[in-house]
């Protein structure tokens, strides 16, 4: 399963549809939910059912705000604050964005190297597998709180505490794509690479590698989604300093709630942004392979 | 057969005790401070202590949170997968969502859901329900897609009905399919259950535990809270896996 296969031509149409159908929800159920602190104000100015409208729509702390309130804040923070400053979404994206990076570089690096012991190592193939698994059970988000204590007192601070958070959630998918992927090729290839007199190396290079190609893109998409994820959440009990994570928790101490939903869609649009990097590399270099596709 | 089902758990068992060996040495031979990393045997002590607390955080996250939420997502996921199913033009239109849904950092929405839904455990068992919904959903789609198109003609010309043919063939196809949607969902519903936590929660709870106990500088505390939520997980995992070779015993990957 491929987390994200894009759009294709012929489902336009109907995903414009449900999405229209999800925005007039949306603006139909932020009349509703808001009704708790919108009735009274729409009351004092009347009532009426434009009151109802522009008041349920554009309240400063609304239980649920309107898309268009979101799209408002997103461009005030993102637009007219230069983007070196605290208020600025775009500073706050740039820290999450650089950890998230760090850690899918780190956490690919990883993944790749415990496939390649895998597939080559037998004995490993046995012990480790189990325990890889086993290590994606525990819920590191859980621990990232602590794990940023431990690092921040080991004099590990900033960037790199939340970049290891992402790189352990980043490595599961690399290593399982790429054990499949480096054992893909069928055993006449193999055997033709031996009739050549190839080493080891050449084979994993020559061969094996080249192959695992389709499954570490596949990986990939997936691990980049959850180093964002990881990065987001590292960024929780640091205190709040920077990052989107920082920019959820202070709008929900403080009820700005359009706040949060700024934070949660610029987060949305750069996971798509980076799965759709991905993808676009995985393009780049089937183009060089000379994929036909 | 016997002897390497043996050796399937013997090496990762040893691994394990390797690790865990190593882990003591190495606390006790470099005196590493306890704040940084605690050994073994005192994540025991702590562990065999403070069995009631550790009871109380399983009960609010594990059965209040995780479970309900769980099971609400799932089969809310595969409800509407169902529906999909019947009608082309929301699956066409639904599925590019869900696919892109999968991609978003979705823990995101616990504030949100926390500033709903209240502190209890009902914000973290919606945070769960939202978490899990996509992945069956896409999960669900896919597999009533799974049988072939020969097993179809041929429920067709015993004239069976839609419902006849989703009950005796295209449901048990997408069996493993949905199974995979659900083991997913069984470590996501723990993440989305701990993270939801951070945001605002009763004095209970094993995310509320690790996050105050690392503030005081109790990691043994926290070491034995995800021993208690690996457990949790695994035995979780596990009995899926079982219940998933007793359901699609006929799938290829059980096969001897």
Redesign the interface.
């Known amino acids: ?8 031509g ?2 336009v149409v ?2 414009t ?3 229209l159908l999800i925005l007039v929800a949306w603006y139909i159920a932020a009349i509703f939910m808001n009704t708790v602190v919108a009735q009274p104000r729409i009351d004092a100015a009347g009532g009426g059912f434009s009151n109802t409208l522009s008041i349920s729509w554009g309240l400063e702390r609304p ?1 649920i705000p309107a898309p268009h309130q979101v799209v408002q804040e997103i461009w005030m923070t993102a637009a007219t604050v230069a983007p070196w400053e605290t208020k600025s979404l775009v500073y706050h994206v740039w820290v999450t964005l650089s950890s998230t990076l760090l850690g899918f570089a780190l956490g690919t690096l990883l993944g790749i190297a415990l496939a390649i012991a895998i597939v080559h190592v037998k ?1 490993l193939n ?6 890889i698994i ?1 290590s ?4 590191i ?3 990232a ?2 794990i940023i ?2 690092l921040g ?2 004099g590990l601070t900033g960037l790199l505490p939340k970049s290891i958070i992402s790189m352990y959630l980043c490595f599961f998918p690399v290593t399982i794509g790429m054990v499949k992927g480096l054992t893909s090729p069928d055993p006449m290839q193999l055997d033709l690479m031996r009739t050549y007199y190839a080493s080891t190396e050449q084979v994993l290079w020559k061969l094996r590698f080249p192959a695992s190609l389709p499954f570490l893109f596949a990986s990939l ?1 997936v691990a980049i ?1 959850i180093a ?2 990881g990065a ?2 590292g960024e ?2 640091t205190g709040a300093q920077a990052g ?2 920082a920019r ?2 202070t ?2 101490y403080y ?1 700005q ?1 359009v706040q ?2 700024a ?2 869609v610029a ?2 649009v750069v ?2 942004g ?2 759709y990097g991905v993808g676009g590399v995985e393009r780049l270099v089937g183009r060089r392979l000379g994929s036909q596709a | 057969m016997k002897t390497a089902g043996f ?2 758990f013997l ?2 068992a ?3 005790i390797f ?1 865990l060996v190593a882990w003591q040495l190495f606390v006790r031979g470099l005196n590493v401070p306890s ?3 605690p050994a073994p045997t005192d994540i025991w002590a702590k562990l065999i202590t403070s069995l009631p607390t550790l009871y109380a955080d399983f009960v609010q996250t594990f059965i209040r949170a995780v479970i309900p939420g769980w099971t609400i997502g799932s089969l809310a996921g595969f409800l509407v997968a169902l529906v999909c199913d019947r009608f082309a ?9 869900g ?2 849904a ?11 859901l ?3 839904f209240g502190f209890d455990w009902q914000s973290k068992a919606a945070m769960v329900v939202v978490m899990t919904f996509f992945p069956m959903l ?2 669900a789609v ?1 597999g009533l897609q799974a049988s072939g198109h020969l097993e179809r003609d041929l429920m067709r010309s015993y004239g069976a009905t839609w419902f006849q043919t989703l009950l005796k063939l295209r449901l048990p196809a997408a069996m493993p399919f949905i199974f995979n949607a659900l083991k997913i969902n069984s ?1 996501l519903a ?2 989305g259950a ?2 939801a936590e ?3 929660t009763p004095i209970v709870g ?2 509320f535990r ?2 105050t106990e ?1 503030g005081r ?1 109790g ?1 043994d505390m ?1 070491w034995a809270e ?1 021993a208690v ?2 457990l949790c ?2 035995a979780f ?1 596990g009995l899926l896996t079982l219940l998933e070779r007793g359901v699609t015993f006929w799938h290829p990957s059980y096969r001897r």
């Open positions: 399963m491929k987390t994200s296969s894009g759009i294709r012929g489902s109907p995903v549809v449900i999405v239980i004995l046995k012990s480790l597998m189990p325990w086993a994606q059970t525990i819920p988000l859980a621990i709180p602590m204590v431990v007192s080991l998409k989604a964002l994820t987001i959440v929780l009990p989107i994570g959820m928790l709008g929900s009820g709630t949060i939903w934070a949660l987060a949305s996971a798509a980076l799965v | 050796r399937d090496y990762p040893l691994f394990g690790l704040v940084l990393l033009f929301l699956k066409q239109g639904l599925l590019p969502l696919n892109l999968a991609a978003l950092p979705i823990v995101g929405v616990a504030p949100i926390v500033m709903w896409v999960n896919t470590t723990m993440i701990i993270v951070f945001f605002g094993m995310g690790i996050s690392v500088l990691l926290v995800i939520a690996a997980g695994s995992y």
